[in-house]
């Protein structure tokens, strides 16, 4: 535990600092907390340039698992979140560390492994039972192992396969989504992860699609507002700011359109019905 504070506490510290360097302009800052996938396929960025446009306020953000984004919520240390483990966000709320929760976009995950696929899952159409047959033939698996989205969402698909891996088929990343690609393109290895990351990194690595499709797959993201009730000193209008612009029709049309261009296809796909 004292561990993760650590981790969680340097990782504040260069929130902190990485926001301020180029703050010359009397703005706000507004500390956004979220995925380590929005920032891998460069979307965050586009997003960021757009919502500084109206001088007022600097988006300082930091691209954790949403498990860390949400540490970062309940103490302080962030504005707004942007995160993706549905449960997780609930119950995030339901302590009243949260408000204004709103699922507004998603995409999904896939099943990635070596195109031999020595555990024959191309065959398979569900989630479990692909994690079954890598289970059976004690086929390497990554895991981000860093309480992520990605993460919980990998353990929910164990659960329902009703099967554990071999410790010594089971390798522990605890990084984010591209370091955990990486790691599993090296060793040969299956890896859960969303589309948007595997498709920025496509060209890098030699892991192939096995396993897609399942519903069981699909991924969500939310925005949640950190509580001012608890945190009086979060920047409420700000984070509101920039709340409304990510569920503004401008947000809407660059999300919507990312990715075709550069990758051929479009990585996010947007649910909340702009007004």
């Given at each position: 535990?004292?561990?993760t504070?650590f981790?969680?506490?340097a990782?504040?510290?260069?929130?902190?600092i990485?926001?301020?360097?180029?703050?010359?302009?009397?703005r706000?800052?507004?500390?956004?907390?979220?995925?380590?996938?929005v920032?891998?396929?460069?979307?965050?960025?586009?997003?960021t340039?757009?919502?500084?446009?109206?001088?007022?306020?600097t988006?300082q953000?930091?691209?954790?698992?949403s498990?860390?984004a949400?540490?970062?919520g309940?103490?302080?240390e962030?504005?707004?979140l942007?995160v993706?483990?549905?449960?997780?966000e609930?119950?995030?709320v339901?302590?009243?560390?949260g408000?204004?929760?709103?699922?507004?976009l998603h995409?999904d995950?896939?099943i990635l492994?070596p195109?031999a696929?020595p555990a024959g899952?191309?065959?398979?159409?569900k989630?479990?039972?692909?994690?079954?047959?890598?289970?059976a033939a004690?086929?390497?698996?990554v895991?981000r192992a860093d309480?992520?989205?990605?993460?919980?969402?990998?353990?929910?698909?164990?659960?329902?396969a009703?099967?554990?891996p071999a410790?010594e088929?089971?390798l522990?990343?605890g990084?984010?989504?591209?370091g955990?690609?990486?790691?599993?393109?090296e060793?040969d290895?299956?890896?859960?992860?969303?589309r948007s990351?595997?498709l920025?990194m496509?060209?890098?690595?030699g892991?192939v699609?096995?396993?897609e499709?399942?519903?069981?797959?699909?991924?969500?993201?939310?925005?949640i507002l950190v509580n001012?009730?608890?945190?009086?000193k979060v920047?409420a209008g700000?984070a509101?700011?920039f709340?409304d612009f990510m569920?503004?029709?401008?947000?809407?049309?660059i999300?919507e359109n990312?990715?075709?261009?550069?990758y051929?296809?479009q990585l996010f796909f947007?649910d909340?019905q702009?007004k």
């Open positions: 535990m004292k561990h504070k981790i969680l506490g990782a504040a510290a260069a929130f902190f990485f926001g301020c360097r180029n703050n010359s302009a009397p706000e800052i507004v500390r956004l907390a979220t995925t380590t996938s920032q891998d396929t460069g979307l965050l960025d586009v997003l340039d757009v919502f500084r446009k109206d001088g007022k306020y988006l953000s930091i691209a954790v698992g498990g860390q949400m540490q970062l309940k103490t302080g962030a504005d707004i942007w993706h483990s549905p449960d997780d609930k119950q995030f339901a302590e009243g560390y408000t204004g929760r709103t699922t507004f995409n995950f896939v492994g195109d696929d899952i191309k065959s398979e159409k989630a479990a039972d692909a994690f079954k047959k890598i289970a004690k086929a390497l698996f895991s309480k992520s989205g990605t993460h919980k969402k990998e353990l929910k698909i164990w659960a329902a009703k099967v554990k410790k088929a089971y522990e990343a990084q984010g989504m591209s955990t690609l990486s790691i599993a393109n060793k290895a299956y890896v859960l992860s969303d990351t595997y920025s496509k060209n890098n690595i892991l699609i096995v396993s499709g399942d519903d069981a797959l699909i991924n969500r993201y939310s925005l001012t009730a608890k945190f009086p920047n700000g509101r700011a709340f569920l503004s029709k401008p947000a809407r049309e999300i990312y990715g075709r261009e550069k051929g296809q947007y909340y702009s």
